[in-house]
């Protein structure tokens, strides 16, 4: 009984504690976060079967478009969960919030990639590739994805619709079917994920 109130057992369970904290990974990072950061710019992790692309300039892409759970389109113009006002000129992508997974975010990450409560990503580069094209721009907003299926985190991770610029910009017609499939797409290196 004398041991469970020592000053000894506090200090080494707040110990464990924090180690429990470092060991799965940044609480506050978003459950996208994390996944990218197990993604290697030299190599395929042995968990996910995540091809790497190259940009124009040589330098690779950690997320492959094929592993998306919905094609890419164009976002109809407004303010959305970043509170930028975006138009159909402006180069700008929302990503994914979480919303339609599979399975609950583990140890208390934040779902998705962003959403209005979390906003870290908002305002961060992108670059984004298909058949030869390549566009950049800023996320803008958050996408519930709600169009299909629920999405595992590979697939809501590797989701990506676009500003009506960015999609013209990356070859698709906004009169046509409206869904392109890109090849690659990646945050800039000056803005990586959380």
């Not at 996208?32 to 030299?42: D, F, G, M």
């Not at 159909?88 to 959403?115: F, I, R, T, Y």
């Not at 979390?118 to 958050?142: E, H, L, P, W």
Request: net charge positive.
């Amino acid at each position: 009984m004398m041991l469970l109130k020592s000053p000894f057992l506090v200090l080494v369970m707040s110990w464990i504690g924090t180690l429990s904290l470092f060991s799965t990974g940044t609480r506050a990072d978003s459950v996208c976060a994390n996944w990218w950061k197990s993604l290697s710019p030299s190599q395929k992790p042995a968990s996910l079967t995540v091809r790497l692309r190259k940009r124009a300039d040589g330098t690779p892409g950690r997320i492959d478009g094929s592993k998306a759970g919905r094609q890419t389109t164009f976002l109809a113009p407004g303010t959305g969960a970043c509170g930028i006002t975006y138009t159909d000129n402006d180069h700008g992508a929302c990503l994914w919030g979480g919303l339609n997974a599979v399975e609950p975010p583990k140890n208390g990450q934040q779902p998705g990639w962003l959403s209005g409560s979390y906003t870290k990503n908002c305002g961060k580069k992108f670059f984004i590739q298909r058949g030869g094209r390549q566009a950049t721009g800023s996320f803008v907003d958050s996408c519930s994805f709600a169009d299909g299926d629920d999405l595992t985190v590979e697939q809501g991770c590797s989701s990506i619709y676009v500003t009506r610029a960015t999609f013209v910009a990356l070859g698709g017609d906004p009169n046509g079917s409206g869904r392109i499939q890109v090849d690659s797409w990646d945050f800039d290196a000056s803005t990586p994920p959380q």
